[in-house]
């Protein structure tokens, strides 16, 4: 996932100088985790739950959500990516009751499913599960085209789009799977995705607060989320995206809760549990939406993350011990403050002692980028201050020497293709990588903007110079 990308140099930055008293999984020991945590890095809001086999350990909320309410068990918060192990749950519901079949083409269940490449005729609704169909973000650029508003929508872009690779050959982790998954589980039912969700996955298992959406703009105040600034929670608005199917529930730490224990009590089908937890012969780590991992001990879990840009969330069970943990947080992906939470509940069940980061995160970073923006208007300030001085002494072909200067420039306008190659083709909206950086882009903005100011003045004075 993009997450890969981007968040190493901000974990780089944050060492450890912090370590919890004797571990155990208490709920004592996981408020005093999470208020350390939250103490040291600024993060706003979270949400836990976590299960051992039938019962609930601990479900709680920490802190505030955007919109400034608390944060408890029963508060709405976005899951992202997660969704997609419930979207893979809604098609299997179908597959049990006889009106879908995994290895039959997906175009069978939805005509409509149409592309500007033949071998889409033959993906499988088990390769879109497994995102094995050929579909990725290399052929595709589903974040920065125009966005759908609706399933249905979602799927009619496609009728332009190439395949990268022959159906079930090559593994590519493509959010439009799963919103072609969700049409198709829309078409077979009858129904909005949004009600087979409720009536076959909600409320079978007690989820009652749980539910999805389409776009950004559906997102409730309590699910909204920040970007860390100078080691500051500034909240911001989620950008423009569709996600229903891909990464649109909406859940709460006491759901979650009820969710995982489903994975383990019983409650869901052992055919549908192996389908969901047996990956493809082209990923050995990505079933039917769950990753097959272990954890730095080396035991065996299931699970996946979820990404928004400003907000993120993580589920995870642990089969051996039957524990299950689910976290969302109010911060985005370039932050990936809910793996980290992740991570030192994982510490502290395995018997660990989880380390607390020193520094806000990104607060070095953001520090010296600051730091660079102020440097750079000044010396735009300078620089067109001396222009006049400047023009008089050079003439002609020396005027060439203003060409350097419209590198932040150029900078500025090719930032997402440079980082669709930085992060293997993924794709990315310029506002989308401001949100990821945002100290980064503005100074970048500021540079393209200074050095632009410098040029014109240069040039303003040069004619008025070759006039006299």
Known sequence: MLRNTFTALCLALLPASAHLPPPGITPAAVDEFVAQYREATGLPGAAVAITKGTEVVHAAGYGRTAAGDPVTADTVMAVASVSKSMTSLAVMRLVEQGKVELDRPVRGYLPEFTMADPRAATITVRQLLNQTSGMADSTFREKSLPQPRTLEGAVARLRTAKLASEPGTAFSYHNTNYQVAARLVEVVSGRPFAAHLRSQVFAPLGMRHSTTVDTDRDLPGSARGHLYVLGQAV?????????????????????????????????????????????????????????????????????????????????????????????????????????????????????????????????????????????????????VARSRRWSARRTGWQRW????????????????????????????????????????????????????????????????????
């Open 235 to 383: 909240a911001l608005p989620e950008p423009t995206g569709f996600g229903n199917g891909s990464g649109g529930v909406l859940s709460t730490a006491n759901d979650m809760a009820r969710w995982l224990i489903a994975q383990q009590d019983g409650s869901l089908s052992p055919a549908s549990l192996k389908e969901m937890r047996t990956p493809s012969q082209q990923d050995d780590t990505y079933a039917l939406g769950w990753s097959i991992g272990r954890t730095e001990r080396g035991t065996p879990v299931i699970e996946h993350g979820g990404d928004l840009f400003t907000s993120t969330a993580y589920q995870l069970l642990m089969p051996e011990s039957g524990y299950g943990v689910a976290v969302m947080a109010n911060t985005g992906m370039a932050f990936a403050d809910a793996d980290a939470l992740m991570d030192g509940i994982v510490d502290l069940i395995e018997g660990g002692r989880p380390e607390i980061p020193s520094l806000p995160p990104t607060l070095v970073t953001d520090l010296v980028f600051v730091l660079l923006t102020l440097a750079t208007v000044g010396l735009a300030v300078r620089g």
């Open 401 to 468: 020497r203003l060409l350097p200067y419209l590198a932040p420039v150029a900078l500025c306008a090719a930032v997402t293709p440079i980082f669709r190659v930085l992060a293997r083709g993924s794709d990315i909206m310029w506002v989308q990588v401001a949100y990821l950086y945002p100290t980064f882009m503005m100074w970048l903005v500021a540079a393209a903007i200074a050095c632009t100011a410098v040029v014109a003045a240069r040039l303003f004075n040069a004619v008025r110079l070759r006039r006299r």
